[in-house]
C-alpha cells in the first residue's frame, strides 16, 4: 500500500521533530521543512499528498506562501497550524488556500483525523469527477480547473473554500443544501466558530452572483440553503 506523502513546515525544531517522528512512525512518509525559504524550491521537486503550514513562521508571510503552494498545486489539500483563534486570521489562511486549521497546541491524535479528513475529502472530489470541468450557473462560468468564476463583468478568482462551498452548492442546485452537510464536509465539524465561517462565505458568494437577478441562495433557517439557478443553464 502507497505511503501517504506529508510536506510539514515548522520552524520550531522541537515540535517539528516530535511530529514528524510520531507521523513516520503512525507510517507517514513525512518531509520535515524548518526553513520557509525552503519550502518552494522543495514542492518543485516533490509531490506530496497533503501539506502541513505552520502559518507563523519568522521572516515569511506564511498566507503568502499558502497562496503560492496553492499556485503550484491547486488540488493539494493544506492543513494550517496556528496560534490565533480570530476570524479575521483564519479567514485569511482560508483565503490564502488553506484547507483546515488545526489551533496549536494540539495532540497528535486531532492531527491525524484532519489530515484523514481531508485526504478522505480530496478521494471523494476524484471518485466523482467534480475537481474538473467547466459548469454553467446562470450567466456565469464556473471554471473548477483555474478556480475561476467568469462573471458578465469580469473574472473572480476563487479561494480554495469558495470553491468547496460553491461545488457542493452546484452538486445541489434547486434543491436543499443542509448547512450540517457543509460544515461537516467542508469544515469538518460544525461548531459555532466554522457555522460563523460558513456566513462569511454564504454572504462571499451571494456578493458574486448578484450581477444576475435570477441566480439566488436562500437561507433556509434550521435548514440550510436553497441555491436557485435558471434551469436552462443548469
Excluded at 513546515?9 to 511530529?19: A, F, P, W, Y
Excluded at 518543485?44 to 499558502?66: A, H, K, R
Excluded at 471518485?127 to 470541468?133: A, E, K, Q
Excluded at 444576475?212 to 435548514?223: A, F, V, W
Aim: aromatic share 8%; charged share 25%; proline share 3%.
Amino acid at each position: 500500500m502507497k505511503k501517504i506523502k506529508i510536506y510539514y513546515i515548522e520552524d520550531e525544531q522541537s515540535l517539528g521533530r516530535i511530529v514528524s517522528d510520531t507521523l513516520e512512525n503512525l507510517g507517514y512518509t513525512v518531509t520535515w521543512v524548518s526553513d520557509g525559504a525552503n519550502v518552494i524550491s522543495g514542492l518543485e521537486n516533490y509531490t506530496p499528498d497533503i501539506c502541513i503550514l505552520d502559518i507563523m513562521l519568522p521572516n515569511v508571510d506564511g498566507f503568502s506562501l499558502c497562496r503560492t503552494i496553492r499556485g503550484m498545486s491547486p488540488n493539494l489539500p493544506v492543513i494550517f497550524l496556528t496560534a490565533k483563534t480570530d476570524t479575521a486570521s483564519l479567514v485569511m489562511g482560508f483565503e490564502s488556500g488553506g484547507t483546515d486549521y488545526i489551533k496549536k497546541p494540539f495532540s497528535i491524535e486531532e492531527l491525524v483525523a484532519r489530515i484523514k479528513n481531508q485526504l478522505d475529502l480530496g478521494k471523494t472530489r476524484r471518485d466523482n469527477n467534480i475537481d474538473t470541468g467547466t459548469l454553467m450557473i446562470g450567466s456565469f462560468s464556473f471554471d473548477q480547473l483555474r478556480y475561476e468564476l467568469q462573471s458578465p463583468t469580469g473574472t473572480i478568482k476563487l479561494s480554495n473554500r469558495d470553491m468547496q462551498l460553491l461545488k457542493m452548492l452546484c452538486a445541489n442546485r434547486n434543491k436543499v443544501t443542509a448547512r450540517k452537510d457543509l460544515l461537516i464536509t467542508i469544515w469538518g465539524d460544525d461548531s459555532y466558530f466554522n457555522s460563523r465561517n460558513l456566513d462569511v462565505y454564504i454572504r462571499k458568494l451571494r456578493h458574486y452572483f448578484s450581477v444576475d437577478k435570477s441566480i439566488e441562495i436562500i437561507t433556509l433557517k434550521g435548514n440550510g440553503y436553497l441555491f436557485l439557478v435558471p434551469e436552462q443553464n443548469s
